[in-house]
């Protein structure tokens, strides 16, 4: 057990700790959303179908991180919660056993993608116009799939041990290295769409190198051992009940992804691109947040092992306020300069800037309410709040979301496609609200048994 990282996380005061471990998750989901963006943006001069391509395997990708974050933020919690209540043993299983099991549902994915590629990216979306750019770039990333997965286990159990910034060395490297060889291997080597995949799987694969090393050659750390992976129930147990809000979040955005890909095809391949293209740039929007929320989880696992309740409490409040604020200023700017900023991806296409940037503005108006769903959702998540969590990270790409796009676009056509993503958000908040408002009360009573 290490002592000083058990005082720092338990001691500290909250408003320096937070920010501390936040700065290098923030800076490193930044890094992750701009070389997620960096494809979009160099694939986009390629033409509207190849543009839509990225878009169609969006969903892919959120398969990949529907794998990974489920195991990463499952054992990452149950580290947390094991390290604060001093239960070395525990942490150790609990890390291998995802590792390990992240590694053959990859290959499994990626077996079944490559025997059934045609098929696949159809039923992800795509269109005849836009399936053989859609298989050009699936084949690489279904290559380097088992490897992505258990680089995002990686991520998350060096965020849970207070680790941010080899989390941070990891994936920043990798991102600059794929922003760097995207223009490359697309325009100099004339690749093509297949060369914004290859970059992305080689950049990916030093990513998961970084991560691996780190985790191994600091011996005070949990680490990765064969001999501490099993298929024991209450392993499984455990990971599970902390990591199915990520299963239903991540699972459900892939699910999202395809219902979005599907019920925009009507309207053209450049409503499929102008969708595409708003998501990633809200999802760059929102990692800066997801990055803070990150540094608050491991703060609020460790105490809520170390049955500090009141710390715990005093991080949430800390870190909603916090996200209020910076979305809301986030989603000015980005509402005001909307046709600007579609523009940078397709400035030749007049249409995909239309829809893009009404859709865009839309979604800005609900970008403030979206710091307490997401804080609500780390909360529950991080003190094993299974249930609650999963239903606050069903909500938003799910319960809501999914339902919409089958209904308003058929009622209101393309203004109704634009209108779902902000409808979901706004009922998403509602649960999120009522959800917090049980599990503060919990948290107070807790305090009040241990007072006594």
């Given at each position: 057990m290490n002592n000083d990282m058990y005082i720092r996380m338990t001691e500290t005061k909250?408003?320096?700790?937070?920010?501390?471990?936040?700065?290098?998750?923030?800076?490193?989901?930044?890094?992750?959303?701009?070389?997620?963006?960096?494809?979009?943006?160099?694939?986009?001069?390629?033409?509207?179908?190849?543009?839509?391509?990225?878009?169609?395997?969006?969903?892919?990708?959120?398969?990949?991180?529907a794998i990974g974050f489920t195991l990463g933020m499952g054992s990452g919690n149950y580290v947390?919660?094991?390290?604060?209540?001093?239960?070395?043993?525990?942490?150790?299983?609990?890390?291998?056993?995802?590792?390990?099991?992240?590694?053959?549902?990859?290959?499994?994915?990626?077996?079944?993608?490559?025997?059934?590629?045609?098929?696949f990216v159809r039923i992800l979306g795509a269109t005849p116009t836009i399936v053989p750019y859609a298989k050009d770039y699936a084949k690489y990333i279904l290559i380097g799939t088992p490897y992505m997965c258990c680089a995002f286990v990686l991520n998350n159990l060096h965020r849970s041990q207070g680790n941010a910034f080899y989390s941070m060395l990891g994936l920043v490297t990798?991102?600059?290295?794929?922003?760097?060889?995207?223009?490359?291997?697309?325009?100099?080597?004339?690749?093509?769409?297949?060369?914004?995949?290859?970059?992305?799987?080689?950049?990916?694969?030093?990513?998961?190198?970084?991560?691996?090393f780190m985790s191994q050659k600091n011996k005070k750390n949990v680490t990765i051992k064969i001999s501490k992976f099993t298929f024991k129930p209450w392993v499984y147990k455990e990971i599970?009940?902390?990591?199915?809000?990520?299963?239903?979040?991540?699972?459900?955005?892939?699910?999202?992804?395809?219902?979005?890909?599907?019920?925009?095809?009507?309207?053209?391949?450049?409503?499929?691109?102008?969708?595409?293209?708003?998501?990633?740039?809200?999802?760059?929007?929102?990692?800066?947040?997801?990055?803070f929320g990150q540094g608050f989880q491991p703060v609020c696992g460790y105490n809520y092992g170390a049955k500090k309740y009141e710390r715990v409490l005093e991080a949430y409040y800390f870190c909603l306020k916090v996200g209020v604020i910076l979305l809301t200023i986030l989603g000015v700017l980005c509402f005001t300069f909307a046709p600007e900023i579609i523009s940078l991806f397709r400035k030749e296409d007049l249409e995909v800037i239309e829809i893009g940037t009404i859709a865009l503005r839309y979604?800005?108006?609900?970008?403030?309410?979206?710091?307490?769903?997401?804080?609500?959702?780390?909360?529950?998540?991080?003190?094993?709040?299974?249930?609650?969590?999963?239903?606050?990270?069903?909500?938003?790409?799910?319960?809501?979301?999914?339902?919409?796009?089958?209904?308003?676009?058929?009622?209101?056509?393309?203004?109704?496609?634009?209108?779902?993503?902000?409808?979901?958000?706004?009922?998403?908040?509602?649960?999120?609200?009522?959800v917090v408002k049980k599990v503060i009360k919990d948290l107070k009573i807790k305090m009040m048994e241990e007072n006594f």
């Open positions: 909250i408003s320096k700790l937070i920010p501390r471990l936040a700065i290098p998750t923030i800076i490193t989901m930044l890094v992750t959303s701009i070389y997620n963006m960096a494809d979009t943006f160099f694939v986009s001069q390629i033409g509207t179908s190849a543009s839509a391509a990225v878009g169609i395997n969006f969903s892919l990708m959120a398969m990949i991180q947390s919660r094991s390290l604060g209540n001093q239960d070395s043993e525990g942490a150790h299983r609990a890390a291998a056993t995802a590792f390990f099991t992240a590694l053959i549902l990859g290959g499994s994915l990626s077996i079944i993608g490559l025997l059934n590629l045609d098929k990798g991102g600059i290295l794929n922003m760097i060889l995207d223009p490359i291997l697309i325009f100099k080597f004339n690749m093509g769409i297949s060369g914004a995949a290859i970059a992305t799987i080689f950049s990916q694969f030093i990513s998961f190198g970084i991560l691996f599970f009940k902390a990591g199915l809000p990520s299963l239903s979040r991540q699972g459900l955005a892939s699910m999202a992804a395809v219902a979005l890909n599907v019920c925009a095809s009507p309207f053209g391949d450049a409503a499929i691109a102008a969708m595409s293209i708003t998501v990633r740039i809200m999802l760059f929007i929102n990692s800066s947040l997801i990055g979604q800005c108006l609900t970008l403030p309410i979206q710091a307490s769903i997401v804080m609500a959702n780390m909360l529950t998540q991080s003190i094993g709040y299974g249930f609650w969590a999963t239903l606050v990270a069903m909500g938003r790409q799910g319960i809501f979301l999914i339902p919409a796009l089958f209904i308003l676009p058929n009622m209101y056509g393309i203004r109704g496609l634009q209108y779902c993503q902000p409808l979901a958000d706004i009922c998403t908040f509602i649960v999120g609200l009522l």
